[in-house]
């Protein structure tokens, strides 16, 4: 199915992703494989930015519905164009005990694109601002006795997909949303959608080079170093003066 470039952003040519060492990272990290996990599993839980037209009982009962679904119907890819960022290096690689993946967008692109997921791409907007789901829609919404319902991508996908709270800006984040068919919401594709529970795999995408933090265990970065060599991938080992 064709990748779809709906923002018009032109991807930036290198991605990176954070990461902390653990069974699950390293699994992934060796099979080359990334990740997808499902909305409602991401890091910032105010994800979806929405807001009902009308807010009054009835209409905020059926907008909660909304949003729950919403977040169980979309699946949220992250990366961020910054390899060098402090606060990240903490957050998510245990203060530099874990290690940061860089990768071609063409590559992730290309293999997102073989896959039978539909996907849009775009850079985040930190701001505080929210898309209107109108009344007409919520009515609609409210008439479905089984939650069995469509969302136009167009109307819903640029703003909810790709806006997060100001506080998160230091990430810099650039980012894949997809959407199934046959979850109570179909955000993005009507044919051919795969179904996914939690979240699910991009196979066959291998890192252009790794950054591997200082404080790693010793045996975990032999394992990685050993990776790298075996795949010629390009390694690094980073400390706090690597950074912003």
């Not at 985040?124 to 109108?134: D, P």
């Not at 006795?145 to 991508?153: C, F, G, L, T």
Request: net charge neutral; hydrophobic share 35%; charged share 30%.
């Amino acid at each position: 199915m064709e990748l779809i470039d709906y923002l018009l952003n032109k991807p930036p040519e290198k991605l990176y992703k954070y990461r902390e060492v653990n069974e699950n990272n390293l699994t992934a990290l060796f099979d080359d494989r990334i990740y997808v996990p499902r909305a409602d599993r991401v890091n910032d839980k105010n994800e979806l930015a929405l807001a009902p037209e009308n807010s009054n009982k009835h209409y905020d009962e059926i907008f909660n519905r909304f949003i729950k679904l919403g977040r169980k119907g979309c699946y949220i890819l992250s990366f961020t164009i910054l390899p060098d960022n402090l606060k990240m290096w903490n957050k998510y690689c245990e203060k530099f005990s874990g290690f940061v993946l860089e990768y071609d967008s063409k590559d992730i692109i290309e293999q997102i694109s073989k896959s039978r997921t539909g996907s849009k791409w775009g850079y985040v907007k930190y701001n505080c601002e929210k898309v209107i789901v109108s009344k007409l829609v919520l009515d609609e919404i409210g008439k479905e006795q089984n939650a069995n319902y469509q969302i136009r991508v167009d109307e819903y996908s640029t703003g909810f997909f790709f806006i997060k709270t100001p506080r998160w800006k230091y990430e810099e984040e650039f980012r894949f949303a997809f959407g199934v068919e046959g979850q109570d919401i179909n955000f993005i594709n009507k044919n051919d959608a795969i179904i996914y529970k939690k979240g699910f795999f991009i196979e066959n995408v291998i890192p252009t080079k790794i950054f591997i933090g200082f404080n790693m265990e010793e045996k975990i970065k032999e394992q990685i170093i050993d990776y790298c060599l075996h795949k010629h991938i390009k390694h690094e080992i980073v400390n706090k003066s690597f950074t912003k």
